[in-house]
């Protein structure tokens, strides 16, 4: 009998450890099998994930994986995190955003787990003299107040400070921030602001309001214009130089200065690289200080990304966010905004602001997400993709600098040249759904009831454009509602399956998600005659389309079919065209609906 070590972990104790090699060849073998002659690093290449930012996720990471010191949390450079107990004191800031007046909305939010506001004011909001009415019933001294109020801040801001005066709030209690963001607004409008009204501000607050910030670096409009994560970041550092530089000039110490700035950036559903995000922002702020001479961690406010929200299917939305904030929690956000999972419809209603509220409270309360400081810290992974993406976002900075700072290249229309040239790309990889989106793109549901909302204030304009990951599906579902309304059905597609139901299912199921996501209603059953369609997508196997394919093209055609697909690859004659995975969805389903008359 042999006896074990005690220490409950040794089954595999007299085996010797893997090597790197030794899994490249097991690779090899599987890449083999598929018919990919490839060995050594190239093997390993092959299971690559080319990102933005010229990054690459590769399929394993070991020690061999180095990546710069990310030191301890709450000490430069701060990669782990601004604090040295991280949120393990009661989790991250939860601040909801609020754009009009709902009655009890405000104190709905307060009394159910959320911790601080995001007030929309002026355009695109809630009314600057309605402030006081928004915040009726809220214990000032105990929620901090955010404000997003673009050209009207100077304005939100006397109010909000009579506010806090007339309740006896006293100074020192104040908490929050004023959200001056000249720059931010410019990016949105195309309109500049003087920034010596903000700089006085500032200058107040830091004299008068040792809790409360004047500014906000928003990296919003930059992600919503299509940019990339090492964009967003560049735009968000050259942007807070520049803020820096207006500070100093009208006096602030850079100390002063520094202590102004709060960051915003978008979480996405890409969770390891919303970690990497955050980390990588604050090591790249904390050289900024550094060489600056105020030394500091950078402040964030992580909010869900509006680009992922899709129309169709919002339900979904619920899993985005969850992950979204998930990532921003992990990667270390000081406050959180959980956008409703109805927010691209329009105003959010009461279930949607409290599922909004409960994901935060769920990774929090039941997940217990804060109780690690930096739960993704030592991952060769994470770490590595840390140090990638801040070398490539300092990159995109020291181009931004060079080029005058960043009103220049606001002004100079280079800015949205980089990010739509970035958003370009990214659309081809939607189109040929290289990157799915469920229900939309992936699994559509053609019988969902559209989900109605009260249309949302209408938001600034006239700078950087907001894109959305959906929007290219949401025009062809579009064009299918309005042939729905005008003719009592939607386009239809008849799938001409052949042979077992093994041999057609895959096929079936891939052209059917595929025309589904065009707003063309696929239909199987009974003969081509009665299924109301004028085109037709033949599918099979490889062995029954080089038996049958030819044929059962003619008789469709002879049926009436005025254009016949191939689900698969292949030359046969008869077949119009192919449809395949990485085929341009997007054209495939636009020139449909064009034969179809659907328009």
């Not at 787990?113 to 009314?127: A, K, N, R, Y």
């Not at 940019?227 to 050259?238: D, I, N, P, R, T």
């Not at 030394?295 to 992580?302: D, E, I, K, S």
């Not at 409960?358 to 690690?372: D, F, G, K, Q, Y």
Request: with cysteine.
């Amino acid at each position: 009998m042999t006896v074990l070590p005690d220490d409950g972990l040794s089954l595999a104790a007299e085996f010797p450890d893997a090597t790197h090699e030794q899994w490249q060849r097991l690779v090899e073998g599987v890449l083999r099998k598929s018919g990919k002659e490839v060995s050594g690093a190239a093997a390993e290449d092959a299971l690559s994930t080319t990102l933005e930012d010229g990054l690459r996720t590769r399929p394993l990471y070991t020690a061999r994986d180095t990546a710069p010191d990310p030191g301890l949390p709450g000490f430069a450079p701060y990669v782990r995190g601004s604090r040295p107990e991280g949120s393990t004191a009661g989790g991250w800031d939860v601040r909801q955003r609020h754009t009009a007046l709902a009655e009890h909305a405000v104190l709905a939010d307060l009394e159910n787990g959320g911790t601080s506001l995001w007030l929309v004011l002026g355009e695109g909001g809630i009314p600057v003299g309605e402030l006081g009415r928004a915040l009726e019933g809220v214990y000032l001294d105990l929620a901090p107040v955010v404000l997003d109020a673009g050209r009207d801040t100077g304005r939100a801001a006397e109010a909000l400070l009579r506010l806090y005066a007339d309740k006896g709030v006293a100074a020192e209690a104040v908490r929050g921030n004023l959200g001056g963001d000249p720059l931010g607004y410019e990016a949105r409008t195309g309109t500049a602001l003087d920034f010596a009204p903000y700089a006085a501000l500032a200058a107040r607050c830091a004299e008068q309001y040792p809790g409360l910030r004047a500014l906000t670096v928003d990296a919003l409009p930059y992600h919503e214009a299509g940019g990339s994560a090492a964009q967003e970041l560049g735009a968000s550092l050259a942007t807070g130089v520049a803020c820096l530089r207006e500070l100093t000039e009208a006096g602030l110490s850079v100390e002063q200065a520094a202590g102004q700035l709060e960051f915003r950036y978008a979480a996405t559903a890409d969770q390891f690289l919303t970690i990497a995000k955050l980390r990588a922002a604050r090591r790249l702020w904390a050289r900024v200080a550094e060489v600056c001479g105020a030394p500091g961690a950078q402040v964030q406010h992580v909010v869900t990304s509006p680009v992922m929200m899709a129309r169709r299917d919002p339900w979904v939305n619920m899993l985005r966010t969850t992950v979204a904030t998930l990532a921003a929690g992990v990667g270390g956000a000081d406050s959180v905004t959980v956008l409703p999972f109805d927010h691209a419809l329009g105003l959010p209603d009461a279930f949607a602001r409290r599922i909004a509220r409960n994901t935060s409270t769920i990774l929090i309360e039941e997940s217990h997400l804060a109780r690690v400081i930096d739960p993704a810290g030592g991952s060769w992974y994470v770490e590595q993709l840390t140090d990638e993406l801040a070398a490539a976002a300092w990159e995109f900075f020291r181009t931004i600098e060079r080029d005058g700072g960043q009103a220049a290249v606001l002004r100079s229309g280079r800015l949205r040249t980089d990010l739509a040239t970035t958003w370009a790309e990214r659309s081809k990889k939607l189109a040929k759904r290289r990157e799915p989106i469920t229900g939309v793109s992936e699994f559509p549901l053609l019988a969902e009831k559209p989900v109605e909302r009260e249309p949302a204030p209408e938001q600034p304009s006239g700078g950087l454009p907001r894109v959305r990951r959906d929007e290219a599906y949401e025009d062809l579902r579009a064009r299918s509602d309005a042939h729905l309304a005008a003719t009592g059905a939607r386009p239809r597609i008849f799938l001409a399956t052949m042979g077992s139901a093994a041999a057609y299912t895959a096929r079936a199921t891939f052209a059917a998600n595929l025309f589904q996501a065009g707003g063309i209603e696929p239909v199987t059953e009974g003969a081509f005659e009665d299924s109301g369609a004028t085109e037709a997508v033949l599918c099979s196997s490889d062995a029954l389309y080089a038996e049958q394919a030819e044929q059962t093209a003619e008789s469709l055609r002879a049926a009436g079919a005025r254009h016949v697909f191939l689900a698969g690859r292949g030359e046969y004659a008869g077949i119009d065209s192919y449809v395949f995975a990485g085929c341009d969805a997007i054209d495939v389903l636009s020139a449909t609906l064009d034969r179809m008359g659907v328009s």
